[in-house]
């Protein structure tokens, strides 16, 4: 299988995903078209253990999603999710949580928006400490409505996660571990082999004892699922509510004209609040 906005290679019983989508690796409708493909083929391939996923730009793990692409998924009924209350995108983040391999994140760079709403869907979640970490919908007048709200409360708390979603600023990887946001955070230099070491360690285990301990923690996070589906419920209606907002209209107008350029999305929460005049 080949895609146009990740490559894969698998060594054995790990496959690796590597984001390639330049300039700044967006989220798009055909990213997300992509990664449906590769959880099918995962859902049924035994030959796989694990999963990394990095990026190949060392400045973007994922950047956010497109603008443009959040309003084709929200109006396009072909990319409506067939279950009620979700979305398309909540769709996808959902079936990467079940998956039956371990999927590690290893981010050097930033993610933001639906990136780190993916990043936030996989099992475990590594980074080097200048990474950056940043929910910016709030400054854009909406919510993340992938998953990255109702799972940055769960893991996060309610005082963290609000703080992390409304003040719309780079977290540093230091801090997303800190919170909890992560697994660990280590120095650019060390982040490569401390993954490695782990992906060695846990390809050792059966698949058999691969399942059983994740059917522990599956059962003992089997009351939050109520919780959960409540919650990207209200991301759908706070999305849809914001799109009905001149808020929200004009702050996408807005970037839609001058945003989505690399030197643009470095410092994102700067380049919005010099644009965006309620965003500061």
């Known amino acids: 299988m080949s895609f146009s906005t990740f490559s894969l290679q698998q060594d054995g019983e790990v496959l690796r995903l590597t984001f390639s ?3 700044i690796n967006l989220m798009t409708a055909k990213m997300v078209e992509e990664l449906f493909q590769v959880a099918g083929r995962l ?20 950047a956010h999603f497109d603008i443009g692409d959040i309003v084709a998924i929200a109006e396009d009924p072909s990319m409506a999710s067939k279950t009620p209350d979700l979305n398309a995108f909540q769709s996808l983040t959902l079936t990467w ?3 039956p391999q371990v999927t590690i994140g290893k981010v050097n760079g930033r993610v933001r928006g639906g990136g780190l709403e993916f990043l936030l869907c996989l099992n475990m979640r590594f980074a080097s400490s200048e990474s950056l970490f940043c929910f910016p919908e709030a400054s854009g007048g909406f919510v993340p409505a992938g998953g ?7 893991a996060l708390g309610p005082a963290r ?9 780079d977290f540093s990887g ?12 280590l120095p650019q230099g060390e982040l490569d082999g401390y993954v490695e070491d782990l992906v060695r360690r846990v390809a050792k285990r059966s698949h058999a004892v691969i399942a059983m301990n994740r059917e522990v923690v599956r059962r003992a996070f089997e009351p939050f699922v109520e919780p959960l589906f409540a919650g990207l419920a209200a ?12 808020e929200m209209q004009a702050g996408m107008a807005a970037l839609m004209r001058d945003g989505q350029v690399r030197e643009f999305e470095l410092d994102l929460p700067g380049s919005i609040d010099a644009l965006l005049p309620f965003a500061k």
């Not at 990255?148 to 769960?154: C, E, F, I, V």
């Not at 230091?174 to 955070?185: D, Q, S, T």
């Not at 991301?235 to 001149?246: C, F, I, P, V």
Request: aromatic content about 4%.
């Open 21 to 23: 989508a330049p300039p």
């Open 43 to 62: 859902q049924v391939d035994p030959s796989v253990k694990i999963v990394v996923i990095d990026s190949a730009d060392p400045d973007f793990f994922i």
């Open 235 to 246: 991301e759908n209606d706070g999305l849809r509510t914001g799109m009905e907002s001149a």
């Open 97 to 99: 949580q079940m998956l």
């Open 148 to 154: 990255g709200a109702t799972r940055s409360a769960l």
């Open 174 to 185: 230091v801090e997303a571990e800190r919170y909890g946001l992560i697994n660990r955070a």
């Open 161 to 169: 996660a609000l703080e992390l979603l409304l003040t719309s600023r």
